[in-house]
């Protein structure tokens, strides 16, 4: 029996995931979440009940904008997700219409000219904006904020996904990243020798994803620690032959905890005392269900050895990331985090970092939360100088005046001496902090010892 999952069957239909799901679970049939499959039989009822209630819905729908909505007030400073409201459809929807018409702009964007026209252009909706003090009469709103008009739309563009793999002892995690690196086609194009920088970038079908190389938990846990959240993706690899160990159960954990989607990578599947049914019925166990047996867990049998289904994996890892939507603000402050960092002999401190927002450009002058620097120069991980970086991903930078720690984050600062003096004021301040800390806790010993 052929098979769809759901989130595909919405992207045809054009409707949102989860009102598809709600839909599906509402006619009786078992679907966990968006991710689950449903027979291809029952996606086709759905889609004609669905052709038939739009239309007819459609009708009258018409009816009342043409009455209603020709010509829509709204006050100033109103969003794009105000108006959608207004219109009676998600947010998400006007802003795919709005880029289907090649005008991107985020749900949260303040109306303006422009935004009104491409709106009438492709809704043949009149926006007519009227000043703060003369709300309309049906809509009375009070607005505790300043209306924000001069705030420039920030550019929401999709960027590649960051990805840990996490794993027990011996479960294949190097082994995979080395076959993935290997076997890339960048690397091989560019003649380039993989530098170290913390993470390593591939490419798939022309999609990049970023996988950072550190140790799963201990780079996951540290930059938590300091409420650095930069996985975006963590892939929780399990060796067939041995199955779900503390670790596995440490890391699963770790997951959950940063609300991070996990994927599965049954690893080790070559071996012949493989047994990958054994796997899935103790990770079902512990909550992640696969979605062979109806859940919504994304499962792959791979051999980290032979490369056996590494591609599909991989597919995986984009088609997560795409259901995710991940966007950054390309042209916002740079700022991003640091994975690793040493002190290079020669070359002074040393800086893997990945860029979370913005675009880092050679001569930015950053502060991070224990030094600053202006950057001198930058490497990407094939270890060659490149003047820019975009979101996601990681670069080597040289300039700093001092060796961060790894988890800590930067931004992009105007002048030196602000920078300096940040840094000045925060290293004070963790001073004050770390001499209550000893204050306090010899206080808690006297206490306990009374
Ligand atoms: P730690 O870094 O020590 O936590 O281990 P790891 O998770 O990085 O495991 P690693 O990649 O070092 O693999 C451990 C051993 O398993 C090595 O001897 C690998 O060759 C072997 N191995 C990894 N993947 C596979 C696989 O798919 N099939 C087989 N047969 N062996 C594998
Ligand atoms: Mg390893």
């Known amino acids: 029996k052929r098979k769809i999952r759901i989130y595909e069957l919405a992207k045809m239909l054009n409707i949102d995931n989860k009102d598809l799901l709600q839909i599906i679970q509402d006619l009786g049939v078992e679907a966990k979440s968006h991710m689950s499959s449903i027979d291809t039989d029952v996606a086709q009822i759905i889609e004609e009940t669905l052709r038939e209630e739009k239309e007819s819905k459609l009708g009258k729908r018409s009816e009342e904008v043409a009455t209603t909505l020709d010509t829509l007030e709204i006050s100033e400073g109103s969003t794009v997700e105000d108006v959608a409201n207004r219109l009676g459809k998600p947010a998400t929807t006007l802003v795919k219409e709005l880029i289907s018409a090649g005008f991107m702009v985020p749900a949260n964007a303040v109306i303006n000219e422009d935004i009104a026209k491409t709106i009438n252009k492709v809704l043949g909706v009149n926006i007519k904006i009227v000043p703060a003090s003369a709300e309309t009469k049906d809509e009375p709103r009070v607005r505790t904020v300043e209306p924000k008009k001069h705030e420039k739309p920030k550019k929401l563009l999709p960027r590649p996904p960051i990805v840990t793999v996490m794993g027990h002892v011996d479960h294949g995690k190097t082994t995979l990243l080395d076959y993935i690196r290997k076997t890339n086609v960048t690397a091989r194009e560019f003649g380039g020798i993989t530098q170290h920088i913390g ?17 799963g938990h201990e780079a996951f846990t540290s930059m938590r620690a300091r ?224």
């Open 199 to 215: 993470a390593s970038v591939v490419e798939h079908n022309g999609k990049k994803i970023v996988f950072l190389d550190t140790p």
């Open 227 to 450: 409420g650095a959240q930069v996985t975006d993706i963590v892939v929780l690899i399990v060796a067939a032959d041995d199955g779900v160990m503390p670790q596995t159960i440490e890391a699963l954990n770790h997951a959950k905890a940063a609300n991070t989607p996990i994927i599965v990578a049954i690893n080790k599947i070559d071996k012949p005392s493989a047994k990958p049914d054994r796997v899935k019925q103790q990770l079902a166990d512990l909550g992640l269900i696969p979605e062979e047996w109806g859940g919504d867990t994304i499962m792959v049998e791979i051999s980290a050895k032979t490369g056996l289904n590494v591609d599909q994996l991989l597919e995986m890892i984009l088609l997560v990331a795409e259901m995710n939507e991940l966007v950054a603000d390309y042209e916002a402050t740079p700022q991003g985090v640091v994975i690793e960092a040493e002190l290079d002999k020669g070359k002074g401190p040393v800086a893997n970092v990945i860029v979370q927002q913005g675009t880092l450009r050679r001569g930015d002058i950053l502060l991070f939360e224990t030094t600053w620097g202006r950057v001198r120069a930058m490497m990407d991980h094939l270890g060659r100088n490149v003047d820019e970086v975009t979101p996601s991903l990681p670069a080597k930078i040289l300039g700093l005046e001092d060796v961060p720690q790894a988890g800590e984050r930067f931004i992009k600062v105007d002048d030196e001496r602000a920078a300096r003096e940040a840094v000045e004021q925060y290293m004070e301040k963790k001073r004050q902090q770390e001499m209550q800390a000893v204050k306090r806790t010899s206080l808690e010993e006297l206490f306990e010892q009374m």
